[in-house]
């Protein structure tokens, strides 16, 4: 039956080299992320969510400006009015005569307003700060959607790549498990084996086109959330190798990075930046305000006998507020218990980031360890199989003992594939964890997104209607 271990042995050398050696023509990982980078729409969407964000700047800078506002009117009036004649030639005790005015007019105006800000409690100063923080704070869960496309789309690969190499064992063995039927009945017939072991043949032979089956699934779910989480539907997978080398070399050094560049802990510090200046502006409503406003307006037919007039003024205009219902004070307790919340989260973000790394780093040396462990579990699978057939060929073993030694094989195999594929998969999650997980670090051939492009585009925009687009 060494045929039939060749034919096994052959397929299992292959998958077990799935994860470390190098193709000659195949989509590789690095493409796939980089695919997957440009043109997730998780990412692109999030990406839509920072441009407008930044669009709260300039929003907030408005308030340093100047503001115009033109008015026109025009409209038609009909007029009649009855007047008494007053004149030196009426004799005295004569009665009064009248006359009247009548006739339609087009009364029709126009002018401009221009009011200045001159001091509104540093409320703009603040809420422009406010602005800014929220920006930092939308580019950082752009970073942190970043790491999580990516980290998702190499475990989708690297899952591909895994069930891939089961249903190539899998096929394999029920191949071996077919040719162990046939000799087990060619046995029989030279009375070498009873009935029985002709059964427990086809018994696990059932079982292999089971496994099969369930293996075939398997890849077909691989392939569809390949194709949902990269964006295309996958073709030849080559190999791909650990990003150890992007990480910190000691877990208390992966613990200090992870605290301080995981996004998750850098968008809970702008959140608090934010919280503060909500503060500010809250306060701010308390203090007195102080504006310039000028004004010109021309009238033109405003009555029968009134035809043209002009006007201009100009107005500063100071405003302190005394008391207005309290709203104002409720509304600065509340900004600063969302303040103190904020604060709280960041000490939540900090002792997940450290759980994380720690969490990443264990289960990255597990899978070290594992690969060790199965390789030698392989081998010595092998090396059963091979004396247990050669006893059975002697009559010192049974035909279920070779099916229980080829099963162990097969299941030390795909321990083998799962643990290279853990492998390379808890690499990239402690890459994650320490927040590095991005293009620029990963070396991947896509225009890395610079968000301070947008931010720039619009910042000190006063007018416009079109994004910087074009749309």
Known sequence: MSNDLTGLGAAATTVAALLFCQPVLADTLESALAYAYANNPQL????AVVRATDEGVPTALAGYRPRAVATASIGTQSLSTKLREI???????APASYFTQ???NTP???GVTVTQNLLNGFQTANRTKLAESQVFAARETLRSIEQTVLLNAATAYMNLLRDAGILELQRSNLEVLQEQLRQTKARLENGNVTATDVSQSETRLSVGRTQLYVAEANYES???????????????????????RFTPRTLPAAIAAGIAQSPAVTTAQHNVDIAVHQVKVAE??????LSLQGSVQKNYEQTLTLLQTFNASGTLQYSAPLYQGGSEYAAIRQAKETQG?????????????????????AQLEAAKQSIESTKAQVKAAEAALNGVREEARLGQRTTLDVLNAQQELVSARIALVGSQRDRLVNSYTLVAA???LAPQVLGLTVPAYDPQVHYHQVRDAWTGVRTPDGQ
């Open 222 to 244: 691989a392939r569809a959330v390949y194709r949902q989480v990269i964006g295309l539907d996958p073709g030849k997978l080559a190999p791909a190798a650990p990003v150890d």
């Open 102 to 104: 009548s006739g339609v």
């Open 434 to 436: 320490v927040g590095r």
């Open 44 to 47: 692109n969407s999030q990406r």
């Open 108 to 110: 029709h105006s126009a």
């Open 341 to 361: 919340q904020r604060q709280l989260d960041l000490s939540v973000a900090r002792d997940q980031a450290r759980m994380s790394v720690a969490q990443a780093w």
């Open 87 to 93: 004149g030196s030639t009426t004799p005295p005790g």
């Open 284 to 289: 701010g409503a308390l203090y007195p305000t």
